[in-house]
């Protein structure tokens, strides 16, 4: 499976953003799909994620209300509708995949078998 993330840019807060993330490779809809962001001098940090075949939607909790995770299984694809965007939210955000996720494990990166190449955000204060 091959991810190619992209939809990141420049934002003022409060303003939106949508990301997108594509994948190849068959069975996409069976597929635990997860978006992790990544900024500057820290680490990883899990943002959301949905399962496959109507599993469920999960998110942290700094983005809840703000963030929404969808589907499109029938283009293969992933987005991350992000509004109310805050300086905070500024990092690299990557799309990453795996196809035998139990719910408990969704948050976890190390867990996920594919990762996409990121797509930068930032918000302006």
């Known amino acids: 499976v091959q991810l190619q993330a992209s939809g990141g840019g420049l934002v003022q807060a409060g303003g939106s953003l949508r990301l997108s993330c594509v994948a190849s490779?068959?069975?996409?809809?069976?597929?635990?799909m997860g978006w992790f962001r990544q900024a500057p001098g820290k680490g990883r940090e899990f943002v959301a994620a949905i399962k496959g075949n109507g599993g469920g939607t999960f998110y942290e909790d700094s983005v809840k209300g703000r963030f929404t995770v969808s589907r499109d299984n029938a283009a293969n694809t992933v987005y991350l509708q992000m509004n109310s965007l805050k300086p905070e939210d500024t990092a690299v955000y990557y799309c990453?995949?795996?196809?035998?996720?139990?719910?408990?494990?969704?948050?976890?990166?190390?867990?996920?078998?594919?990762w996409g190449q990121g797509t930068q955000v930032t918000v302006s204060s």
């Open positions: 490779g068959p069975a996409f809809r069976s597929y635990t």
């Open positions: 990453a995949a795996d196809r035998h996720l139990i719910s408990s494990s969704v948050r976890i990166g190390q867990q996920y078998d594919y």
